[in-house]
């Protein structure tokens, strides 16, 4: 008796992550460095994003950002001021809005993009604690934002969203002197889940720390160090 | 030749819905108001709550908290301290966590909370400005906080849930004095998502505006007037 031989087929990826290295395979042929900023609502991303691509150019790195709201560009208008190619994509096609940006979406969106002319694209993720860290989009580097008025239990109580980083930026630290806010504390729970992670103390008003910020986004494309794969 | 008739439904309920109503009838049955407390991550939540809760017991309102968060029992556990029941509901079941809290995750709890000893529940929802106000739980009322830290541009940003709510907290005002934070602006864009909703500036930090808050609380089982039903 013939028999054909059964091929087994393990760690068949779900669609995001299917969708994702695509993302990815799309971004290596581009030459372009991806990172995904994630935080609460409100915890600063635009403002820290705005403070430091203003001068990102000067360090010879060309960057482009991926805005990710419910509904509207109140973002995408504000740093679209910086001339920077900026692309609004909005989650709210059903029910309420997605909660989060996911492969597909950004797949969705890379036409509007000018790849090849970016070594650098932020994602600019939707505010929220829990559901963009389970969505890889075919990044390199993932950033946490989080603000110093949100308390210093955020990283207990949003695990997840703390692990999914390679850096971590504590912002608002000018408010530091009017609030009741443990630093300390805020880094003891930030190391109880996540060893050894990368942070930095700014403040997207006072420019505080932003230098630094600025200097490890445009280490993103070196650290990647992807030769542009010919087309 | 015989047809049966045929009935035609319509307006079925999704299952959320559908639990939805179960629950809103366990209330209803137990004479208990529930009020769905929601907010963006650190916006205040639990500390507003224990600024509340303390001193309700002397209007003659029994109140229960029922937590939810994506891990742990930290704010269960603060709340605790006020000697109300408090009762703690974890979303991380599965992947990531889920982030809010749907109706059937409050009917899991309600078999944990004495509803037969209590006039007001408070659910304090998981922190998040999209999911929660996708999901009835069978509450009476929703109560949204927004922080003045988080920017004047939210109620634009995450329209639906500041539309799915009979009343806004204004959180951190004792805040103001050092943001660049405009609260006309805030107001107006509040008034252009839910035009009129009623809404209170509170510092949970000095107390200001809280007792107002106690009130509104203590009048959602007045307001509701729902005589226990026999069972």
Redesign the interface.
Known sequence: MHRTKVRVVEDVLDANDTIARANRDDFDRAGVAVVNLMS???AGKTRLLERALDGLAASGVRAGVLEG????S?DADRLSLLHVPVVQLNTDGG?????HLDANMVRSALPSLPLDELDLLVVEN??????P??FRIGEDARIMVC?V???E??P?????MFRACELVLIN?VD?LE???FDVDRLLANLDAVHPGVERMLVSA?TGEGVDAFRDWLAQVPVRMARPPTPV
């Not at 029910?95 to 909660?99: A, P, R, S, T």
Request: proline share 5%; with cysteine; net charge negative.
């Open positions: 609460a609502p409100g709201d419910v509904q509207g109140y029910f309420g809005g997605e909660c939707v505010g929220n604690l829990v559901c860290a389970e603000s008025t949100e308390g239990d955020k207990l109580k949003y695990p997840l608002k408010l009017h609030l009741e008003r």
